[in-house]
């Protein structure tokens, strides 16, 4: 091998090994893995977000005189890929304040008291086509949707009580309907040890989820 092909191959190695480096680095810290598209190619789950569920973000407001509005863009939904509008994909909810006081700042309606954010989800298989879905599983599709409220915010988008997601719901769920599970959290030690004491606390803070939250999703 000529010299000017070994200087290749190790300047090659050495940007390969550099930019792994800087992505496990990056990834680990929580440092530049949202700030642009080329930490894709240095991280290795960049698909592990994906789950068997679908989900809708719906806005529902509540005025003053009762009624209830869909809070929906009258200028259009912008769909940045295929049919799913764009709100959609705001998983974590961080845009919603935003997008909340944009559209009942420009649209005429009664006095808002309270705007209802609720969550649909669905089985993805539920996505297919009714011929493919019963060449698959041989029964016409009946999709079932679970709906399920996350916040409540004022008329301009501000915060005014927050629920867990459906996901994490589900799980609180199964942890409050299992008497077992529920001794072991009793007699955990703390929160980074998952050993258990030969005795058991019943003192200590406890993190509530309120379930009356004045809209019945369910």
Request: charged share 20%; net charge neutral; proline share 5%.
């Amino acid at each position: 091998m000529s010299r000017w092909k070994k200087l290749l191959a190790c300047t090659f190695i050495a940007t390969y090994l550099g930019f792994l480096s800087w992505g496990i680095v990056g990834h680990a810290l929580k440092v530049g893995i949202c700030g642009n598209t080329i930490s894709y190619f240095v991280v290795w789950d960049m698909f592990c977000g994906w789950n068997a569920w679908d989900n809708r973000t719906h806005i529902i407001a509540e005025g003053t005189n009762g009624e209830f509005y869909d809070v929906r863009e009258p200028w259009g939904e912008f769909h940045p890929f295929g049919h799913v509008a764009r709100i959609h994909y705001d998983d974590g909810k961080q845009l919603l304040p935003r997008h909340i006081n944009n559209i009942l700042k420009r649209t005429e309606h009664k006095d808002i008291a309270q705007v209802y954010v609720v969550e649909e989800v669905w089985p993805k298989q539920y996505n297919l086509p009714p011929k493919l879905f019963d060449h698959y599983f041989g029964r016409a599709p009946d999709k079932l949707s679970y709906f399920h409220l996350q916040t409540v915010c004022r008329d301009d988008g501000t915060l005014l009580r927050g629920y867990p997601n459906w996901y994490t719901q589900q799980t609180l769920n199964s942890i409050a309907d299992n008497p077992r599970l529920q001794q072991q959290t009793k007699q955990a030690t703390s929160f980074y040890n998952t050993l258990f004491t030969p005795s058991s606390s019943n003192s200590g803070d406890a993190m509530s989820y309120s379930n009356n939250s004045g809209l019945v999703t369910n």
